[in-house]
């Protein structure tokens, strides 16, 4: 049974994890302070990069306007390891028309792990990495 202090943590942390996704929807790419640390990691299809502002960059190349994007992330599961957490999750992103209503160009499905730390300022996922588990569409390039 979880204390209430970890009932915290894993509402804080499951919290992050969803506002990773509709800060990737929404291109709200300033809202990355309050998700990300400052040292952050990525590891996704759109390549490996070290550094919130490096991380934000890559989502921007990887999400540009006129796409729009559906992250839908399920299953989320916390280990909390005290100050440090691992977390687990499955992705469904779907890329379309960010202009009109149709089928998606293309759906990935994920498996997210991330690295949570606490910080002076709350909960900050410190790691991505985005495992690909299916594709159906091509990626950009292909």
Same mark, same amino acid.
């Given at each position: 049974?979880?204390?209430? +202090? ?7 942390? $499951?919290?992050? $994890? ?9 291109? =709200? ?6 998700? &990300?640390?400052?040292?952050?990691? *990525? ?6 990069? +070290?550094? !919130?502002? *490096? ?6 190349? %990887? ?6 994007? +559906?992250?839908?992330?399920? %299953?989320?599961? $916390?280990?909390?390891?005290?100050? =440090?957490?691992? $977390? !687990?999750? %499955?992705?469904?992103?779907? /890329? /379309? ?7 998606? *160009?293309?759906?990935?499905?994920? !498996?997210?792990? /991330?690295?949570?730390? !606490?910080?002076?300022?709350?909960? =900050? ?9 299916? &594709? ?7």
């Amino acid at each position: 049974m979880m204390t209430p +202090q970890q009932l915290l943590d894993h509402h804080e942390i $499951v919290d992050l $994890v969803s506002r990773l996704g509709l800060c990737l929807d929404d291109k =709200r790419w300033d809202d990355a302070s309050a998700i &990300l640390t400052a040292d952050a990691t *990525a590891k996704t299809l759109g390549g490996t990069v +070290q550094g !919130r502002d *490096a991380l934000v960059e890559q989502a921007r190349r %990887n999400h540009p306007d006129g796409t729009g994007t +559906q992250h839908v992330i399920t %299953n989320c599961v $916390v280990d909390l390891q005290g100050d =440090r957490a691992e $977390v !687990r999750a %499955n992705l469904i992103v779907s /890329f /379309f028309s960010a202009t009109e209503i149709g089928e998606p *160009a293309r759906q990935i499905g994920e !498996r997210y792990r /991330f690295d949570a730390v !606490r910080t002076d300022v709350g909960w =900050r996922l410190a790691g991505v990495r985005a495992l690909p588990m299916w &594709l159906d569409g091509a990626l950009p390039g292909d």
